[in-house]
């Protein structure tokens, strides 16, 4: 105890050395430290990205890990993640809660684009649906929907979704230091997707030759829409096909127009 009270009377000794305003700035300067530290920790890792807006450059500069839980599935190869920063999702420590209500949901997703890997297509902007989108979007509903997933966002599409390369929680470690399954590789493991090889493909730490050689084994598996064969068209040739048509259709009506002004002449 004594010497406790020795080194307490020093340290007072050598404090009282010091003018009374350098004193003053250095308290300044410690809690200015602290509390710009305190920030970046929280926004670093507590503050909740609420949708796509939100994502910052340096987020997708550092392909930044996001965790958050899938709300909606409404494609076969993308869905939408409420981002659950930090702890105090689950029990025991329940303090916050993801929202079930459409309406409180709105504007606090993002809108996640799974990367590698691109799906049948549904019928959208008056194009009829491939064979086996409805499959490959039940079977990834069930797959995902309501789970936790790790996003590493890449960037943002033409559509404005966030690419991301898509990973499962790890069944027993900390899912911070070590993940889980591979999602595109899981879906392409079951034939419900092809490797996604246009320009900006982005493969993760597997590469792609690793998602070809799961795609592959699918196709001799005969797994999901390859259980009729492999002669079916791919989603890259179908949209390529349709986007030859739909560029056509505008100039056959010009044609058309013409046509018809130089027979009222």
Same mark, same amino acid.
Request: overall charge positive.
């Given at each position: 105890?004594?010497?406790?009270?020795?080194?307490?009377? !020093?340290?007072?000794?050598?404090?009282?050395?010091?003018?009374?305003?350098? @004193?003053?700035?250095?308290? &300044?300067?410690?809690?200015?430290?602290? =509390?710009?530290?305190? %920030?970046?920790?929280?926004?670093?890792?507590?503050?909740?990205?609420?949708?796509? $807006? *939100?994502?910052?450059?340096?987020?997708?500069?550092?392909?930044?890990?996001?965790?958050?839980?899938?709300?909606?599935?409404?494609?076969? $190869? #993308?869905?939408?993640?409420?981002? =659950?920063?930090?702890?105090?999702?689950? +029990?025991?420590?329940?303090?916050?809660?993801?929202?079930?209500?459409?309406?409180?949901?709105?504007?606090?997703?993002?809108?996640?684009?799974?990367?590698?890997? $691109?799906?049948?297509?549904?019928? *959208? &902007?008056?194009?009829?649906?491939?064979?086996?989108?409805?499959?490959?979007?039940? +079977?990834?509903?069930?797959?995902?929907?309501?789970?936790?997933?790790?996003?590493?966002?890449?960037?943002? $599409?033409?559509?404005?979704?966030?690419?991301?390369?898509?990973?499962?929680?790890?069944?027993?470690?900390?899912?911070? &230091?070590?993940?889980?399954?591979?999602?595109? @590789?899981?879906?392409?493991?079951?034939?419900?997707?092809?490797?996604?090889?246009?320009?900006?493909?982005?493969?993760?730490?597997?590469?792609?030759?690793?998602?070809?050689?799961?795609?592959?084994?699918?196709?001799?598996? %005969?797994?999901?829409? +390859?259980? #009729?064969?492999?002669?079916?068209? !791919?989603?890259?040739?179908?949209?390529?096909? *349709?986007?030859? @048509?739909? !560029?056509?259709?505008?100039?056959?009506?010009?044609?058309?127009?013409?046509?018809?002004?130089?027979?009222?002449?």
């Amino acid at each position: 105890m004594d010497s406790v009270k020795t080194a307490y009377a !020093s340290l007072r000794a050598q404090v009282a050395q010091y003018p009374t305003e350098i @004193l003053a700035v250095s308290a &300044f300067a410690v809690g200015g430290v602290s =509390t710009f530290g305190g %920030r970046r920790l929280y926004t670093r890792y507590f503050r909740r990205v609420q949708n796509a $807006d *939100h994502l910052t450059p340096a987020m997708f500069a550092q392909k930044r890990w996001l965790k958050g839980v899938v709300t909606s599935v409404g494609d076969s $190869d #993308n869905f939408r993640l409420y981002h =659950t920063p930090a702890f105090g999702w689950r +029990w025991p420590l329940k303090v916050r809660r993801v929202p079930t209500i459409t309406k409180d949901l709105q504007g606090q997703t993002i809108h996640v684009r799974i990367a590698g890997v $691109d799906a049948p297509e549904a019928a *959208h &902007f008056g194009r009829p649906a491939q064979p086996y989108s409805e499959e490959a979007l039940t +079977w990834l509903r069930k797959k995902i929907l309501g789970k936790t997933l790790y996003c590493q966002v890449i960037r943002r $599409d033409q559509y404005s979704r966030v690419v991301a390369v898509v990973v499962s929680p790890p069944r027993i470690l900390p899912g911070t &230091f070590f993940s889980g399954k591979n999602l595109s @590789l899981e879906m392409l493991k079951a034939g419900w997707v092809t490797t996604y090889e246009q320009a900006g493909a982005e493969y993760g730490n597997w590469g792609k030759e690793e998602y070809l050689r799961v795609e592959m084994e699918a196709k001799v598996a %005969r797994r999901g829409m +390859w259980a #009729n064969g492999l002669s079916g068209e !791919s989603p890259a040739a179908y949209k390529k096909r *349709h986007a030859s @048509l739909e !560029s056509e259709t505008p100039s056959k009506s010009t044609k058309a127009k013409g046509r018809q002004r130089s027979r009222l002449q």
